[in-house]
């Protein structure tokens, strides 16, 4: 029996999951001209609670070819690093204005929801199902009776969706990634919690990215705009913690009386003037660096993008952009192989092998900044000069890559491909 006859709808492309990767591939793929693809999420509607997001230069290159970099003009250009150790007290500063190359782009604060509707607009309404859960995926090689491969979707409403392409962008605990058998994310043991400050008479920070640094806790805290402050505070976690996590307002006293204690009054303060609903806490968790360079992140047309594919907690906060460049880089393999008339699974794997080494290379980035923070003079004397020659080789060796790498240009959705 066809398909359509026995209720299955089918589909191009079906992307699960409308996070930032999500939402940002449907678009991306809607603008190369991809038919009917459609974008699932098992929550009710866009899921926009959050705090803000930090966009480095990198996460603007792609809103360039996603055609958003209209919300350069909304958001204030962040300057300047600033990072304080507080048992030391030296400062160090760290500029952030954009490229040699490309003057200017920054490093700004956007509202969470805010960048999500706006990757939603333009979106085919009919193209997106909320409120749908993908619960098994099933593929479907080609045979004797069909040249091409199908994946079959079965939703938790009982319902079948065939897809020529399946992208997984359902986060760190993706379904899509087991499917393939990428390694389970770890837990970091560390985790974070956002929050986003309400000054309504406007506040005094300049434009900078303020960071204190305290044996394992992390904090920093940055304007989003006028009026608003975005803060977060990274710290080693604990089972008493876990009682917290469901419960914003006891996180934010959390953070004002136990982790930020140490902290300059100017961050506790910013963290006080914060609505408990902005809070949000996560737990840090990631993919190995073995798990990232060996595992197969496609097959059968079916691939995984943003949380789904690496799972990078650490503290640079790099997820968000790193979830946009993946968009951009897919949709123009897949784009590509459409004008060429190429297969989508040489597309896919094109893609795969263009982000694996530069994930893993931003992973590996971030799991040395986590380094820095371990709490090595526990350990005594040698403690203290493990510390000096990890905060060395960071200095000399690894800030510059992140640096680099927070640079990075995906250009636009046209720009080549394989
Ligand atoms: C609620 C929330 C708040 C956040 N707040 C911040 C913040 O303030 N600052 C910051 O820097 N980062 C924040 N992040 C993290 C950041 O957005 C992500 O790390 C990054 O953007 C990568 O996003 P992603 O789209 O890959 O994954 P996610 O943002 O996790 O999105 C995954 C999506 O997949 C959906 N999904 C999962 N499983 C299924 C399934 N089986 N079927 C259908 N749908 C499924 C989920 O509902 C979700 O919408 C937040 C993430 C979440 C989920």
Redesign the pocket.
């Known amino acids: 029996m066809p398909p359509e006859e026995k209720g299955e709808v089918e589909y191009e492309v079906v992307v699960?999951?409308?996070?930032?990767?999500?939402l940002a591939c449907a678009r991306a793929l809607h603008q190369v001209g991809v038919q009917r693809v459609l974008l699932?999420?098992?929550?009710d509607g866009v899921?926009s609670?959050?705090?803000?997001?930090?966009l480095y230069p990198n996460g603007w290159h792609a809103l360039e070819a996603l055609g958003l970099d209209k919300l350069k003009d909304v958001y204030p250009t962040c300057h300047l690093r600033k990072q304080t150790n507080l048992e030391t007290g030296e400062t160090k500063e760290m500029l952030l204005t954009g490229t040699v190359d490309r003057p200017g782009i920054g490093v700004r604060t956007v509202h969470?929801k805010v960048l999500l509707q706006a990757l939603a607009e333009e979106l085919p309404q009919d193209n997106v199902r909320f409120t749908?859960?993908?619960v098994s995926i099933k593929s479907e090689p080609a045979s004797g009776k069909t040249s091409l491969n199908f994946t079959k979707l079965q939703l938790d409403d009982g319902s079948v969706i065939r897809t020529k392409v399946l992208i997984g962008?359902?986060?760190?605990h993706s379904?899509v990634a087991e499917w393939l058998g990428l390694s389970q994310a770890a837990e970091s043991k560390r985790s974070i919690i956002?929050g986003l400050a309400e000054f309504e008479n406007g506040h005094n920070f300049s434009n900078e990215l303020q960071e204190y640094v305290l044996k394992d806790k992390r904090g920093a805290f940055v304007p989003v705009n006028g009026k608003e402050v975005y803060w977060y505070i990274t710290h080693d976690t604990g089972p008493r913690d876990l009682e917290a996590t469901r419960r914003p307002k006891r996180t934010l006293m959390q953070v004002m009386h136990n982790l930020a204690e140490g902290f300059p009054d100017r961050f506790v303060n910013v963290v006080r003037y914060s609505d408990p609903n902005t809070v949000?806490r996560?737990y840090m968790l990631y993919r190995s660096l073995w798990g990232l360079l060996l595992g197969r992140p496609h097959r059968n047309l079916i691939t995984v993008a943003?949380?789904?594919f690496h799972p990078i907690g650490s503290d640079l906060?790099l997820?968000?952009c790193m979830?946009l460049e993946d968009a951009v880089i897919l949709a123009r393999h897949i784009s590509s192989s459409m004008r060429n008339q190429h297969d989508r699974e040489d597309a896919i794997e094109a893609y795969v092998k263009e982000r694996r080494w530069r994930v893993a290379a931003v992973a590996a980035w971030s799991y040395m900044s986590v380094w820095t923070h371990h709490n090595w003079s526990e350990l005594g004397f040698c403690g203290r000069a493990v510390k000096f020659l990890v905060e060395k080789v960071f200095d000399w060796f690894v800030g510059p890559r992140i640096m680099k790498t927070m640079n990075n240009d995906c250009r636009d959705l046209n720009s080549g491909g394989y």
């Open positions: 699960v999951g409308a996070g930032i990767a999500g699932l999420d098992k929550y899921r609670d959050g705090a803000a997001v930090l969470r749908s859960r993908l962008c359902d986060g760190v379904l956002r949000t996560t943003g949380d789904a906060s997820g968000s979830a």
